[in-house]
T-cell receptor, first 112, second 112 residues
């Protein structure tokens, strides 16, 4: 079945360590997005990529990095520079000219 | 990107219609109105979208005012499973898919 997969669902890391969250889609979508959600809050855009080898900062990019080497994959690295990394991270994708974005089920990152 | 304003919470009786309002007074001519919903700790689910005309699908109806400054999402016969946070989003749809910028959403509680 086509879809967007985030892994792992739960992730624990020690403070000061970088961690990479996986996002893979087999929908042949050009655009991919990363969002962060804090408890009781809406989603905030971290980074987005509209095409392979290209990406732009969203509203809260500081402390995060991404790559888009393949159309299917858009991994997000949470670096030690991110002051409050504990959050729920959501990845999404959409196709050129389409009007619907599909979301993964999210990764809940806890930094201790 | 235009911003949206939604009430933080609403209640609805099971079996009745749920009418969720959204204000988007700064919407531009090329921005669509989208609705997503998010059940706790899951990825957002697309519901419906529109530009100028009213839209209906198997999940809901979307009523957009003539001046496009507000809209209403209608769930015709709400069930307990419709309890979720509903997000109204305005989005520029371009060749690259467009960004989704989320607000705080409306927490809908459907009660028996």
């Amino acid at each position: 079945d086509g879809g967007i997969t985030q892994s792992p669902k739960y992730l624990f890391r020690k403070e000061g360590q970088n961690v990479t969250l996986s996002c893979e889609q087999n929908l042949n979508h050009d655009a991919m997005y990363w969002y962060r959600q804090d408890p009781g809050q809406g989603l905030r855009l971290i980074y987005y990529s509209q095409i392979v080898n290209d990406f732009q900062k969203g509203d809260i990019a500081e402390g995060y990095s991404v790559s888009r080497e393949k159309k299917e994959s858009f991994p997000l690295t949470v670096t030690s520079a991110q002051k409050n990394p504990t959050a729920f991270y959501l990845c999404a994708s959409s196709i050129e000219r389409d009007t619907e974005a599909f979301f993964g089920q999210g990764t809940r990152l806890t930094v201790v | 990107d235009a911003k949206t304003t939604q009430p933080p919470s609403m209640d609805c009786a099971e079996g009745r219609a749920a009418n969720l309002p959204c204000n988007h007074s700064t919407i531009s001519g090329n921005e669509y109105v989208y609705w997503y919903r998010q059940i706790h700790s899951q990825g957002p689910q697309y519901i419906i979208h529109g530009l100028k005309n009213n839209e209906t699908n198997e999940m809901a109806s979307l009523i957009i005012t003539e001046d496009r400054k507000s809209s209403t999402l209608i769930l015709p016969h709400a069930t307990l499973r419709d309890t979720a946070v509903y997000y109204c989003i305005v989005r520029v749809v371009n060749n690259q898919g467009g960004k989704l910028i989320f607000g705080q959403g409306t927490e809908l509680s459907v009660k028996p």
